[in-house]
C-alpha cells in the first residue's frame, strides 16, 4: 500500500483543515486507517484511527470532538478533518494504512511522508 498524504498548511486558531490520504495498491476499503502527528521535539503519537469497516473510530483524547476521520471508498482516500485548530496542533500529520480489522492503536504496517499543518494563535 503506498499512501500520500497532503492537505496541511499554516491557518489561525480555530480555523479548519481537511488532510487527504490517497491510497494506491490496495483498496481503502480492505485497510484499516490511522493519523499520527510528530509534534517539535516529541514521539510519534496516534490522532484518529479508522477500522476496515468504516464504522469502528478511535480518537486521541486531545482532539475527540474537534477532529474527524474518515474514507471514501471510491476516491480510495482516508480524510481528516480538523475543526477549531489550536496552536497545540502544530505539527506534522502522517497517515498508515494496516491490513488489520481495526481500529489499529500502533504497529501500522504502511506510512505515508508527513504533511505540516501550522496553527498560529
Known amino acids: 500500500v503506498q499512501l500520500q498524504a497532503s492537505g496541511g498548511g499554516s491557518v489561525q486558531a480555530g480555523d479548519s483543515l481537511r488532510l487527504s490520504c490517497a491510497a494506491s495498491g490496495r483498496p481503502v476499503s480492505n485497510v484499516a486507517m490511522g493519523w499520527f502527528r510528530q509534534q517539535p521535539g516529541k514521539e510519534r503519537q496516534l490522532v484518529a484511527a479508522l477500522s476496515q469497516s468504516g464504522y469502528n473510530t478511535y480518537y486521541e483524547s486531545n482532539t475527540k470532538g474537534r477532529f474527524a476521520i474518515s474514507k471514501d471508498n471510491a476516491k480510495n482516500t482516508a480524510y481528516l478533518q480538523m475543526n477549531r485548530l489550536e496552536p497545540e496542533d502544530t505539527a506534522v500529520y502522517y497517515c498508515?494504512?494496516?491490513?488489520?480489522?481495526?481500529?489499529?492503536?500502533?504497529?501500522?504496517?504502511?506510512w505515508g511522508r508527513g504533511t505540516q499543518v501550522t496553527v498560529s494563535s
Open positions: 498508515a494504512a494496516d491490513l488489520s480489522t481495526g481500529p489499529v492503536l500502533k504497529g501500522y504496517a504502511y
